[in-house]
Protein backbone atom coordinates (compact mmCIF):
# COMPACT_ATOMS: atom_id res chain seq x y z
CA UNK A 1 0.00 0.00 0.00
CA UNK A 2 2.97 2.09 0.60
CA UNK A 3 4.10 2.37 -2.78
CA UNK A 4 0.38 2.96 -4.15
CA UNK A 5 0.46 6.13 -2.10
CA UNK A 6 3.53 6.95 -3.30
CA UNK A 7 2.66 6.31 -6.95
CA UNK A 8 -0.33 9.02 -6.24
CA UNK A 9 1.75 11.57 -5.07
CA UNK A 10 3.97 11.38 -7.95
CA UNK A 11 1.07 11.65 -10.00
CA UNK A 12 -0.86 14.39 -7.97
CA UNK A 13 2.78 16.33 -8.38
CA UNK A 14 3.26 15.09 -12.30
CA UNK A 15 2.43 18.42 -14.81
CA UNK A 16 2.20 15.79 -17.66
CA UNK A 17 1.45 11.72 -16.84
CA UNK A 18 1.20 9.27 -20.06
CA UNK A 19 -0.07 5.84 -19.75
CA UNK A 20 1.42 2.89 -21.80
CA UNK A 21 -0.81 -0.16 -21.15
CA UNK A 22 -0.39 -3.98 -22.76
CA UNK A 23 -2.08 -7.14 -22.49
CA UNK A 24 -1.76 -7.37 -18.85
CA UNK A 25 -4.33 -4.68 -18.22
CA UNK A 26 -7.09 -7.04 -19.94
CA UNK A 27 -6.38 -10.57 -18.61
CA UNK A 28 -9.46 -9.72 -16.18
CA UNK A 29 -11.57 -9.17 -18.81
CA UNK A 30 -10.33 -12.91 -19.88
CA UNK A 31 -8.23 -11.73 -22.76
CA UNK A 32 -5.07 -13.96 -22.30
CA UNK A 33 -2.08 -11.91 -22.60
CA UNK A 34 0.81 -13.16 -24.60
CA UNK A 35 3.48 -13.73 -22.51
CA UNK A 36 2.34 -14.93 -19.41
CA UNK A 37 3.94 -18.50 -18.65
CA UNK A 38 0.88 -21.39 -19.34
CA UNK A 39 -1.60 -18.53 -19.78
CA UNK A 40 -0.12 -16.68 -22.03
CA UNK A 41 -1.43 -16.77 -25.96
CA UNK A 42 2.21 -17.65 -27.24
CA UNK A 43 2.44 -20.77 -25.19
CA UNK A 44 -0.21 -21.75 -27.33
CA UNK A 45 1.15 -20.87 -30.83
CA UNK A 46 4.02 -18.93 -32.27
CA UNK A 47 3.10 -15.22 -33.29
CA UNK A 48 5.33 -15.40 -36.50
CA UNK A 49 3.64 -18.50 -37.81
CA UNK A 50 0.21 -16.75 -37.11
CA UNK A 51 -0.06 -12.71 -36.63
CA UNK A 52 2.18 -11.84 -39.56
CA UNK A 53 2.18 -9.87 -42.31
CA UNK A 54 3.60 -13.09 -43.99
CA UNK A 55 1.81 -15.43 -42.65
CA UNK A 56 -1.42 -13.40 -44.15
CA UNK A 57 -0.28 -12.60 -47.10
CA UNK A 58 1.39 -17.15 -47.84
CA UNK A 59 -2.46 -18.74 -46.65
CA UNK A 60 -4.79 -16.14 -46.33
CA UNK A 61 -7.43 -18.61 -45.60
CA UNK A 62 -5.11 -20.02 -42.82
CA UNK A 63 -4.41 -17.06 -41.20
CA UNK A 64 -8.82 -15.61 -41.16
CA UNK A 65 -9.45 -18.92 -40.01
CA UNK A 66 -6.86 -19.57 -36.82
CA UNK A 67 -7.46 -15.68 -35.76
CA UNK A 68 -11.37 -15.14 -36.02
CA UNK A 69 -11.50 -16.68 -32.74
CA UNK A 70 -8.59 -14.84 -31.10
CA UNK A 71 -9.75 -11.27 -32.51
CA UNK A 72 -13.83 -12.52 -31.51
CA UNK A 73 -13.14 -12.85 -28.24
CA UNK A 74 -10.84 -9.46 -27.76
CA UNK A 75 -13.64 -7.74 -29.74
CA UNK A 76 -16.49 -8.97 -27.42
CA UNK A 77 -14.91 -8.71 -24.19
CA UNK A 78 -15.87 -6.16 -21.78
CA UNK A 79 -13.71 -3.55 -19.69
CA UNK A 80 -12.47 -4.31 -16.19
CA UNK A 81 -11.94 -1.88 -13.15
CA UNK A 82 -8.33 -1.26 -14.81
CA UNK A 83 -9.70 0.10 -17.97
CA UNK A 84 -12.59 2.38 -15.84
CA UNK A 85 -9.81 3.43 -13.44
CA UNK A 86 -7.53 4.87 -16.23
CA UNK A 87 -10.52 6.55 -18.04
CA UNK A 88 -11.45 7.95 -14.29
CA UNK A 89 -7.53 9.26 -13.98
CA UNK A 90 -8.11 11.05 -17.24
CA UNK A 91 -11.51 12.52 -16.35
CA UNK A 92 -9.85 13.87 -13.05
CA UNK A 93 -6.84 14.84 -15.17
CA UNK A 94 -4.49 12.79 -13.34
CA UNK A 95 -2.98 11.76 -16.94
CA UNK A 96 -2.86 13.19 -20.20
CA UNK A 97 -3.69 9.65 -22.08
CA UNK A 98 -2.83 6.20 -22.60
CA UNK A 99 -0.42 4.86 -25.19
CA UNK A 100 -2.19 1.22 -25.47
CA UNK A 101 -0.39 -1.75 -27.42
CA UNK A 102 -4.02 -3.24 -27.05
CA UNK A 103 -6.31 -3.88 -30.12
CA UNK A 104 -9.37 -4.55 -28.21
CA UNK A 105 -10.91 -1.13 -27.43
CA UNK A 106 -11.57 -1.54 -24.12
CA UNK A 107 -9.91 1.56 -23.09
CA UNK A 108 -12.33 4.06 -25.34
CA UNK A 109 -15.25 1.56 -24.20
CA UNK A 110 -14.37 2.50 -20.43
CA UNK A 111 -14.50 5.84 -21.38
CA UNK A 112 -11.27 6.82 -22.24
CA UNK A 113 -11.17 9.77 -24.85
CA UNK A 114 -7.55 10.17 -25.38
CA UNK A 115 -5.64 6.82 -26.60
CA UNK A 116 -3.53 5.85 -29.20
CA UNK A 117 -3.27 2.76 -30.47
CA UNK A 118 0.12 2.09 -31.38
CA UNK A 119 -0.57 -1.65 -32.91
CA UNK A 120 -3.65 -1.02 -34.28
CA UNK A 121 -7.40 -1.79 -33.98
CA UNK A 122 -10.05 -4.77 -34.46
CA UNK A 123 -12.93 -2.35 -34.85
CA UNK A 124 -12.33 -2.69 -38.50
CA UNK A 125 -10.64 -4.10 -41.76
CA UNK A 126 -10.05 -2.88 -45.07
CA UNK A 127 -8.80 -4.22 -48.96
CA UNK A 128 -5.57 -3.21 -49.74
CA UNK A 129 -6.11 -2.96 -53.41
CA UNK A 130 -9.29 -0.85 -53.78
CA UNK A 131 -9.22 0.45 -50.08
CA UNK A 132 -12.59 -0.41 -49.08
CA UNK A 133 -13.28 -0.42 -45.17
CA UNK A 134 -15.62 -2.99 -43.24
CA UNK A 135 -16.70 -3.40 -39.73
CA UNK A 136 -14.68 -6.46 -38.58
CA UNK A 137 -17.72 -8.15 -36.10
CA UNK A 138 -19.40 -9.06 -40.11
CA UNK A 139 -16.72 -9.86 -41.06
CA UNK A 140 -15.67 -12.40 -38.41
CA UNK A 141 -19.08 -13.72 -38.61
CA UNK A 142 -18.33 -14.52 -42.40
CA UNK A 143 -15.22 -16.30 -41.22
CA UNK A 144 -16.90 -18.43 -38.75
CA UNK A 145 -19.81 -19.58 -41.33
CA UNK A 146 -16.91 -21.15 -43.87
CA UNK A 147 -16.23 -17.74 -46.06
CA UNK A 148 -12.31 -17.59 -45.58
CA UNK A 149 -10.40 -15.61 -46.32
CA UNK A 150 -13.07 -12.96 -46.39
CA UNK A 151 -12.86 -11.08 -49.95
CA UNK A 152 -13.90 -7.37 -50.93
CA UNK A 153 -16.33 -7.19 -53.77
CA UNK A 154 -12.93 -6.28 -55.71
CA UNK A 155 -12.19 -9.58 -54.96
CA UNK A 156 -9.02 -8.92 -53.40
CA UNK A 157 -8.73 -10.31 -49.47
CA UNK A 158 -9.81 -7.93 -46.47
CA UNK A 159 -6.56 -7.07 -44.20
CA UNK A 160 -7.71 -5.99 -40.57
CA UNK A 161 -6.82 -2.93 -39.46
CA UNK A 162 -4.03 -4.69 -36.49
CA UNK A 163 -0.17 -4.22 -36.85
CA UNK A 164 0.86 -7.23 -38.01
CA UNK A 165 4.28 -8.42 -37.25
CA UNK A 166 6.87 -7.32 -39.89
CA UNK A 167 4.20 -4.09 -40.58
CA UNK A 168 5.51 -0.24 -39.84
CA UNK A 169 3.80 1.14 -36.97
CA UNK A 170 1.43 3.45 -37.67
CA UNK A 171 1.18 7.10 -37.02
CA UNK A 172 0.44 6.80 -33.53
CA UNK A 173 3.78 5.58 -32.80
CA UNK A 174 5.32 9.02 -34.11
CA UNK A 175 3.03 10.71 -31.61
CA UNK A 176 3.29 8.49 -28.46
CA UNK A 177 7.32 9.07 -28.95
CA UNK A 178 6.66 12.66 -28.76
CA UNK A 179 4.33 12.69 -25.65
CA UNK A 180 6.71 10.05 -24.04
CA UNK A 181 9.72 12.83 -24.51
CA UNK A 182 7.85 15.59 -23.42
CA UNK A 183 5.86 13.63 -20.11
CA UNK A 184 7.57 13.88 -16.73
CA UNK A 185 5.92 10.67 -15.17
CA UNK A 186 4.98 7.43 -17.61
CA UNK A 187 2.95 4.91 -16.29
CA UNK A 188 3.39 1.19 -17.53
CA UNK A 189 0.44 -1.50 -16.77
CA UNK A 190 0.20 -5.04 -17.62
CA UNK A 191 3.12 -4.84 -20.17
CA UNK A 192 6.29 -7.25 -20.01
CA UNK A 193 8.06 -4.56 -22.13
CA UNK A 194 9.33 -7.23 -24.35
CA UNK A 195 8.48 -6.22 -28.37
CA UNK A 196 10.29 -2.74 -29.75
CA UNK A 197 9.58 0.10 -30.90
CA UNK A 198 7.40 0.64 -27.82
CA UNK A 199 9.26 -0.65 -25.78
CA UNK A 200 11.89 1.96 -26.44
CA UNK A 201 9.03 4.93 -24.57
CA UNK A 202 10.21 3.71 -21.76
CA UNK A 203 13.74 5.28 -21.83
CA UNK A 204 12.77 8.25 -23.55
CA UNK A 205 10.32 9.20 -20.39
CA UNK A 206 12.32 11.02 -17.62
CA UNK A 207 10.60 9.29 -14.77
CA UNK A 208 9.02 5.87 -14.34
CA UNK A 209 6.59 3.76 -12.52
CA UNK A 210 5.64 0.47 -12.94
CA UNK A 211 2.36 -2.00 -12.15
CA UNK A 212 2.76 -5.20 -13.27
CA UNK A 213 2.37 -9.21 -12.40
CA UNK A 214 5.43 -10.45 -13.92
CA UNK A 215 9.19 -8.92 -14.19
CA UNK A 216 9.85 -6.28 -16.87
CA UNK A 217 13.37 -5.60 -18.30
CA UNK A 218 12.88 -2.09 -17.02
CA UNK A 219 12.50 -2.67 -13.35
CA UNK A 220 15.13 -1.16 -12.36
CA UNK A 221 14.50 1.90 -13.64
CA UNK A 222 11.07 2.58 -12.10
CA UNK A 223 10.92 4.76 -9.38
CA UNK A 224 7.86 3.13 -8.33
CA UNK A 225 7.55 -0.84 -9.01
CA UNK A 226 4.10 -2.57 -8.25
CA UNK A 227 3.85 -6.31 -8.07
CA UNK A 228 0.31 -7.52 -8.75
CA UNK A 229 -3.22 -7.59 -10.17
CA UNK A 230 -3.90 -4.13 -12.19
CA UNK A 231 -7.38 -3.82 -11.43
CA UNK A 232 -7.33 -4.21 -8.08
CA UNK A 233 -4.18 -1.67 -7.67
CA UNK A 234 -5.37 0.99 -10.05
CA UNK A 235 -8.65 0.68 -8.00
CA UNK A 236 -6.73 1.86 -5.11
CA UNK A 237 -4.58 3.98 -6.73
CA UNK A 238 -7.48 6.11 -7.77
CA UNK A 239 -8.54 6.62 -4.52
CA UNK A 240 -5.44 7.33 -2.94
CA UNK A 241 -5.13 9.80 -5.78
CA UNK A 242 -8.11 11.64 -5.40
CA UNK A 243 -7.81 11.90 -1.35
CA UNK A 244 -4.40 14.19 -2.57
CA UNK A 245 -6.70 15.96 -4.71
CA UNK A 246 -9.36 16.96 -2.64
CA UNK A 247 -6.93 17.80 0.45
CA UNK A 248 -5.40 20.66 -1.94
CA UNK A 249 -6.15 23.74 -1.01
N1 LIG B 1 -2.36 -7.29 -13.71
C1 LIG B 1 -1.08 -6.86 -13.88
N2 LIG B 1 -0.22 -7.41 -14.76
C2 LIG B 1 -0.68 -8.45 -15.50
C3 LIG B 1 -1.99 -8.96 -15.38
C4 LIG B 1 -2.83 -8.34 -14.43
N3 LIG B 1 -4.10 -8.74 -14.23
N4 LIG B 1 -2.12 -10.00 -16.25
C5 LIG B 1 -0.94 -10.12 -16.90
N5 LIG B 1 -0.08 -9.20 -16.45
C6 LIG B 1 1.29 -8.94 -16.91
C7 LIG B 1 2.10 -10.17 -17.21
O1 LIG B 1 2.85 -10.55 -16.05
C8 LIG B 1 3.01 -9.69 -18.34
O2 LIG B 1 4.25 -9.23 -17.85
O3 LIG B 1 1.14 -8.26 -18.14
C9 LIG B 1 2.27 -8.51 -18.96
C10 LIG B 1 1.78 -8.78 -20.36
O4 LIG B 1 2.92 -8.91 -21.19
P1 LIG B 1 2.74 -9.53 -22.66
O5 LIG B 1 1.93 -10.75 -22.59
O6 LIG B 1 4.11 -9.59 -23.27
O7 LIG B 1 1.87 -8.44 -23.42
P2 LIG B 1 2.35 -7.07 -24.04
O8 LIG B 1 3.47 -6.47 -23.22
O9 LIG B 1 1.16 -6.24 -24.26
O10 LIG B 1 2.93 -7.52 -25.47
C11 LIG B 1 3.28 -6.49 -26.37
O11 LIG B 1 3.60 -8.16 -28.08
O12 LIG B 1 2.95 -10.04 -29.19
C12 LIG B 1 2.96 -8.68 -29.25
O13 LIG B 1 1.41 -7.39 -30.45
C13 LIG B 1 1.56 -8.12 -29.28
O14 LIG B 1 0.83 -6.00 -28.39
C14 LIG B 1 1.52 -7.20 -28.06
C15 LIG B 1 2.98 -6.94 -27.77
Known sequence: ??????????????????????????????????????????????????????????????????????????????????????????????????????????HQRAGSKCVLEVHGHLRTAHCPS?????????????????????????????RPDVVLFGDPLPDAFQRAWQWARVCDLLLVVGSSLEVAPVCWLVPAASKLAIINMGETQCDDLAEVLIRGKAGEILTKLVKEAEELLQARP
Not at 91 to 103: F, P, S, W
Not at 146 to 157: A, K, N, Q, Y
Open 1 to 106: MENIKKLAQLLAESKDTLVLTGAGVSTESGIPDFRSPDTGLWSQMDPMELLSRSALSRNPANFWTRSEPIFREMSTAQPNSCHYALARLEEKGLIRGIVTQNIDSL
Open 130 to 158: CGAETHMPPLLDRVATGDSPPRCSCGVVF
